[in-house]
């Protein structure tokens, strides 16, 4: 007798993911029959043209092969080769061992630099975790936290399902909350009291609070007051915070600035409240999903529960070698001066130029057809806007209907979640502009049809 | 109020990895004071010294650095250019995007033909998922068929603590079987059915059995009967297998063979046994560990549950795509008459040479210690010799008065499990020459004194 899907938990059967979910999966079948499909549920740069950058890849290269400083003298420019020399030093075996658990110490020294010139704090380089990709670190730490059935975790309503699903898989609860989609999808701390008092009557013990920021799906960006506002709620109320601060560097709007919660906890001087952040090399302008690189960091943990999270980190021996370094050419960028200075300012700078006026395209955009209503995208990579279904039909009826009528692929709202009687859909701004104009035109006929 | 271990859950507190327990952090300080330690403790080959394939580094390289091709044409064979390039048209975003879930659907057929080749049998590419070395993959596996707290997985004692942790974090029971030490640590049908009878007995629904072949930490290779047996065994009594190939590569003794347990289960023609089989770029001759490539390969599983499967990896995203690269580059080597072949060739056998030598040095060199005894060193790259302790002290207490006094890291066979009564410790064969005839000679000093 084989396994039998009726052997199987409902830990795993209820597990979902929306962003490789059914949609994606026929909008693959359709390729695979000759259609084109633009793929915007996934934020995943280069599969959409985004070029990686030379700095990063460079130093990838040597690391790999280090043989090549001999053989190809001329190949790489003197900063590159000195920042190789640099990472396998740290690394002592090349990028073939397993590290330590927590990652190559010199990489982890760097990050805590880079948060120190960032934010103006200072950094325990051993509370660093370098992972593969945020995604793993979140899974730790919701591991970590999640003790039984009746643990919950706050997670923003709409959300990354990479939250609900790990939830899920995890055996704890989801308590969600919901951001102000009329205040540019802000938290309110009514919005998460209420939250917290409606887990509590339902017998959840509630023990962190999830923030996305900038945001994933809503393409908000915090400011300093509202994340003390949440780091205030946390306190009153004994939570942890994880801030999920993979999108960092993708802030478009005149006048915002990235502001992380580490910074505003040393501020605010919030020494009891636990915090989980995290960052990647998969978006930013770096954009590199493939390498699976990222990092966490905590503060005012515990040495005992520290101790916990190295054990469970361990289990996973280390994060790939190549995603460390990639850590490394991430926080240590050539500086003014260096001879990788100008390509890789001249590399960044297009990239996010780009992303800057598809943000502005794809809004403005979406906003011109009627009957969907977009947000302004501040930050991160998405749009998430509010659209009005014909009665009986639901976001994933649209989604389905909009993919085998356009090729356009993008998310329906429920597998972020959403306010009930509304409905959404989640789209990347990352296709390349000509494309993105196409999205907009074609979404504009098929919405109008579709109503 | 910060996050307090009382706060955990006893899953993440009872979960133990050995591996690198308290021993290796033990180690660590020592070194951080100046003391030489020589790390016994953990398959990390490139730590301590073995080379990486010159072929695997330089595909690495062109696939990060695409533009080598042209920076550098004279530093690469045709070959390698070559193969770079059938890699990067199979992602076809190069290295920096998440390729599909599954993994990039090019290496996954090189991996079915690499399959096809050893094994004569035909493989199913969308029945194979490229992972972040084997350990993930056994997580994903483990995950699936753990329903609930009642739901055992049959493990060996010895084990590799990866799965006594996975189990342990999934929340389901461990349900031990004895490998014969006294018939070279081999499976034997009597022991595997007292197992499953007691852990009936105590009301646990026995799900899969883990086989590890070759044998970590016991060293042992399984032939075609054994495996046959172990076939018979689970199909007699409906269970799945998780088959641990990673040292597939590691046999040492004239006239053994690596056996799949994919080929015997064609041959025995059990449709009905469910076949999870593993593999990795972290040990045999490449010994890639800070790569973390690997890949997973299954049989004998209703389409239902392979959409589970592919749900699972799905959360998770994909694996690294230099990971993956690896793995195309540990299943498609340069053959004979190609550019990078006789440099291949003799790397490879350079590293299988030495491993055979200190094989058989460390083996015979514990065994001329009293109260020492080792069985052969057939496979895979650990010895699990059986110690006879003083009245009152344990293998903790051992292992850590060799470090201490010998600088020698070893892993107390407490971690891996023993039979009651026993002590064992595990140590590696990978140090160089030099050093294992330093360790045994320590050692024997050690032990003498110790007792």
């Known amino acids: 007798m084989t396994v039998r899907l009726a052997d199987l938990g409902k830990t795993v059967l209820e597990t979902e993911y929306a962003v490789r979910g059914p949609i994606v999966a026929r909008a693959a079948e359709l390729e695979k029959q000759g259609r084109e499909v633009i793929y915007c549920n996934i934020g995943n740069p280069q599969s959409l043209g985004q070029k990686a950058l030379t700095w990063n890849r460079q130093i990838l290269a040597l690391c790999e092969y280090p043989e090549l400083m001999e053989r190809a ?45 960032r934010d103006h704090i200072g950094v325990d380089p051993d509370a660093i975790f370098l992972t593969d990709g945020a995604s793993k670190g979140v899974q730790t730490i919701l591991r970590l936290l999640i003790s039984g059935p009746q643990d919950g975790i706050m997670v923003p309503i709409p959300q990354y399902p990479l939250y609900s699903a790990s939830i899920t898989l995890f055996e704890g609860r989801m308590v969600p909350y919901f951001l102000d989609e009329a205040n540019g999808w802000k938290l309110s701390r009514p919005m998460l009291e209420a939250s917290l008092v409606q887990a509590k009557a339902g017998g959840t013990r509630v023990k962190a609070i999830c923030v996305i920021n900038p945001g994933n799906p809503t393409g908000a960006v915090l400011d300093e007051a509202n994340i003390a506002m949440i780091i205030g709620f946390a306190k009153a109320h004994g939570l942890s915070i994880l801030a999920d601060e993979v999108y960092q560097e ?7 600035a990235f502001v992380s919660f580490a910074k505003v906890l040393h501020q605010v001087e919030a020494k009891d409240v636990s915090l989980f952040s995290f960052h990647s090399c998969s978006k930013g302008f770096l954009g590199e999903c493939g390498v699976r690189g990222g990092y966490f960091e ?24 190549p995603g460390q370094t990639a850590a490394y050419a991430m926080v240590r960028p050539p500086k003014p001066g260096m001879p990788s200075y100008p390509q890789y300012a001249a590399e960044k700078g297009a990239i996010l130029d780009t992303l800057r006026q598809r943000a502005i395209l794809l809004a403005e955009g979406l906003n011109r057809i009627e009957g969907i209503t977009c947000n302004v995208i501040a930050g991160a990579m998405y749009a998430f806007p509010s659209i009005t279904l014909p009665p009986g039909r639901t976001d994933f009826d649209y989604a389905l209907a909009l993919l085998e009528q356009t090729g356009i692929c993008v998310v329906p709202g429920s597998g972020f979640g959403q306010a009930e009687g509304t409905a959404h859909f989640r789209t990347t701004i990352l296709p390349p502009t000509e494309k993105i104009q196409q999205v907009v035109k074609d979404l504009a006929e098929f919405h109008r049809n579709y109503r």
């Open 73 to 117: 003298p001329g190949a790489f420019p003197a900063d590159v080769v000195e920042a190789a020399k640099a990472i396998l030093a740290g690394t002592k075996h090349g990028m073939g061992a397993y590290s330590e658990s927590r990652g190559v110490r010199s990489i982890r020294e760097a990050v805590a630099e880079f948060i120190l010139e």
């Open 250 to 256: 993708n802030i478009y709007l005149p006048g915002d």
């Open 298 to 321: 905590y503060r005012n943990v515990p040495d005992d529960v520290a101790a916990q999270i190295l054990k469970l980190q361990s289990v996973n021996l280390c994060a790939n070698l």
